[in-house]
């Protein structure tokens, strides 16, 4: 049994990738730390670094947030780029910058980026483009962890689950089952993979 932080875990993606981690030890973390066991903010330094010294002993970090803003390109502003960058791309590579310091050797790191990046969509080129981002990002980072740190990402397509939410913008994209996401992270937890990109997709 290992223990994981699941930052994100009251979300619908954070939902998804409990349901693959039932064998484990799991500490929750979320922006507003409401019915989790920690707060965190994935863009601020030193929230991500009182986490992780909060909790203390654990083997892997789970993340499934990263926050997006969504318009058409030639509107975007600077700021609304700013923030997606610093929340889905520099929030989660700073999980691992400072989550090397603390977890436990032979540990894993697994991302979240999605499937906008190689189905582009209306509004949504900060996603596609951070999503890219953290899909190379794990590629080159693995090659150089310490200590046999794992790090790899999870590429999911939109959940049945929020398709409520998201389908009016997606339309032609087949959904799947959170259920399916969830075996995804269970693989990158629990498996050897490292440096790879687990695309979920129909």
Aim: net charge negative; with cysteine.
């Amino acid at each position: 049994m290992k223990t994981v932080i699941v930052i994100g875990a009251q979300g619908k993606m954070g939902q998804a990738a409990l349901t693959g981690l039932g064998k484990h030890k799991v500490i929750t973390a979320s922006r507003s730390g409401e019915g989790c066991d920690y707060k965190v903010d994935i863009t601020n330094e030193q929230s991500v670094r009182q986490l992780f010294e909060q909790v203390g002993h654990f083997d892997a970090v789970v993340n499934t947030v990263g926050f997006c803003e969504y318009a058409n390109f030639v509107e975007m502003t600077e700021q609304q780029w700013m923030t997606t960058v610093m929340s889905k791309m520099m929030g989660q590579i700073n999980l691992v910058r400072i989550g090397q310091e603390y977890i436990a050797d032979n540990g894993s790191f697994t991302l979240i980026s999605g499937i906008l990046n190689v189905k582009p969509i209306p509004f949504a080129i900060a996603d596609a483009t951070t999503s890219g981002a953290i899909d190379t990002f794990v590629k080159c980072v693995a090659l150089e962890m310490p200590r046999g740190i794992r790090v790899n990402a999870i590429n999911p397509t939109v959940l049945e689950e929020a398709w409520e939410v998201y389908g009016e913008m997606m339309p032609g994209f087949q959904p799947v089952p959170g259920t399916l996401v969830g075996k995804a992270f269970e693989r990158a937890v629990d498996g050897f993979l490292n440096g790879e990109v687990l695309f979920v997709d129909a």
